[in-house]
Nanobody
Framework: QVHLVESGGGLVQAGGSLRLSCAAS????????MGWFRQAPGPEREFVAV????????YYADSVKGRFTISRANARNTMYLQMNSLTPEDTAIYYC??????????????WGQGTQVTVSS
């Protein structure tokens, strides 16, 4: 059974940085493209970034491009999201997902439970 666990969220001041991690188990990790999504209060989950199985290809939402970096360590079954220059608009629950290289939530089979990121002004 596939299991994804996010960690690294917390409270940070505007302009600060955080690094999120997503640890995977029950899956041949390098076979799966993976993504980060976020959900502020409200019904919609927003695409943040996606990375190919090998890690050689990445794609970002315009809102985070140049500030966030997605990466993965396949030997450790772990994906990361380095977040710099954070703003209050980045406040959300951040989720990792496995199974698709798409920007659409409906194409992902597996999700973590989420980690809260709060950016104070």
């Amino acid at each position: 059974q596939v299991h994804l666990v996010e960690s690294g969220g917390g409270l940070v001041q505007a302009g600060g940085s955080l690094r999120l991690s997503c640890a995977a188990s029950g899956v041949t990790f390098s076979s799966y493209p993976m993504g980060w999504f976020r959900q502020a209060p409200g019904p919609e989950r927003e695409f943040v970034a996606v990375i190919s199985g090998s890690g050689s290809n990445t794609y970002y939402a315009d809102s985070v491009k140049g500030r966030f970096t997605i990466s993965r360590a396949n030997a450790r079954n772990t994906m990361y999201l380095q977040m710099n220059s954070l703003t209050p608009e980045d406040t959300a629950i951040y989720y990792c997902a496995a199974g698709s290289g798409s920007t659409y939530t409906g194409t992902y089979n597996y999700w973590g439970q989420g980690t809260q990121v709060t950016v104070s002004s």
